[in-house]
């Protein structure tokens, strides 16, 4: 088999300049997928406090209300792969789209708190079918030598579709007077804004009717022949189809279906490659990571600063968060993953207690004295770009590849779940917490941010270079 990959590998990496457009097109619309999850978790941050003043509720209502969606992220994600391997990649994208175009107006028009607080659950669903299905089918078609390059549009969608949802919101915004609840369109402002996903929701759907189905899945059902037909599309004519196509069987036939049985061992439980893998997803998200997408808007509110400029604020943020991306994507085969972990944990530090010290002095007249306003504006920049060029990208890839072959697929599901739950906690918690002492909860991330240095030095293993079949 080494020679028949081979000379397909080569035949590939011939061809594909020409086809590398199409190549792309496909990735593209593929990864609109992570855009909508991008956009659908983030927009919610111009809605927090109209939610709160229209239906009058507390902090800890309005913290699960807010987070609920991560529920159905969970189970969107535990699901898809099964849905995708049964009716195809394609079908489990285009029932993707319906779900976030089935939330979008859902969200806009609710009758009270309980269907708004349902619309998030099936928007988090359509987002963990996405977080799992457009990753794994751009690796499906993507010619071998474009893999990794075509793999990444995936992040670079998600913190895309963040900073759209921030600078619509923002723009909606200013059309309503600065107001949230201000009327647009015969609806309140904030309404608009969840209900404008409907676009990109509605384009994916289409996309998705434009790229072909993923020639590993149609091998699984037997279509030999469509498979070559999309594999010549991607690869080019010079590839050896046959060749392709036995590859691709040898390969399916090869992995090993890992079970949740197999995880088990060690005196904690689980197997202690396991344990890492869960605390890396805990660590990433107990940073207070996603305060800054899901709340900035409210935080910089609570400090005094006018709602129009607070959602301007939580744009640039976004933008950071993509140059962060972008730097990751750069370094992370060239630096490797434990440099780039340690290298954005001492960054978050450093803007996380700037934020932790900001927020300890009191306001004057509703607001943060001068000097502190600006530290904690630009902390808070400084810790979504260390987070970004870190731990946002350097996760995934180590959940990728440092499980052993025979654990891979239930690790990495056990480790995604973990995140989930970890994000959740943070999003639930939030409201309350900032209301007991916004300071105080910013020291808790700094502890955890700090604590993530140690723990990668002493229980992570690199992985750069190193081929899966080597992870023991």
Known sequence: MASTSQASTSGARTAHPEHLGHVIFIAAAAAMGGFLFGYDSSVINGAVEAIRD???????????????????????????????????????????????????VGSALPFALWDLAMWRVIGG????????????????????????RLGSFQQAAIVIGIAVSQLVNWGLLNAAGGDQRGELMGLEAWQVMLGVMVIPAVLYGLLSFAIPESPRFLISVGKHEKAKQILEEVEGKNVDLDARVAEIEHAMHREEKSSFKDLLGGSFFFKPIVWIGIGLSV???????????????????????????????????????????????????RVGRKPLAVIGSVGMVIGLALEAWAFSFDLVDGKLPATQGWVALIAAHVFVL???????????????????????????????????????????????????????????????????IPFVLKFVKETKGKALEEMG
């Open 54 to 104: 229209r239906y009058d509720v507390g902090s800890a209502v309005l913290a699960q209300v807010i987070a609920i969606a991560l529920i159905g992220c969970a189970i969107g994600a535990a699901t898809a792969g099964r849905i995708a391997d049964r009716i195809g990649r394609i079908r489990c994208m285009q029932i993707a789209a319906i779900l976030f175009t089935v939330s979008a």
């Open 125 to 148: 669903f359509a987002i963990g079918m996405a977080s799992v299905i457009g990753p794994a089918y751009i690796a499906e078609v993507s010619p071998p030598a474009y893999r990794g």
């Open 283 to 333: 660590f990433q998200q107990f940073v207070g990571i996603n305060v800054a997408f899901y709340y900035s808007s409210t935080l910089w509110q609570s400090v005094g600063v006018d709602p129009t400029q607070s959602f301007f604020y939580s744009f640039t943020t976004s933008i950071i968060n993509i140059v962060g991306t972008v730097i990751a994507m750069i370094f992370v085969d």
């Open 386 to 452: 260390f987070f970004a060029l870190s731990w946002g990208v350097v996760v995934w890839v180590f959940l990728g590849e440092m499980f052993p072959n025979r654990l891979r697929a239930a690790a990495l599901g056990v480790a995604a779940a973990a995140q989930w739950i970890a994000n959740w906690a943070i999003t639930a918690s939030f409201p309350s917490l900032a209301e007991w002492n916004l300071s105080g909860t910013y020291v808790i991330y700094t502890i955890f941010a700090a604590l993530s």
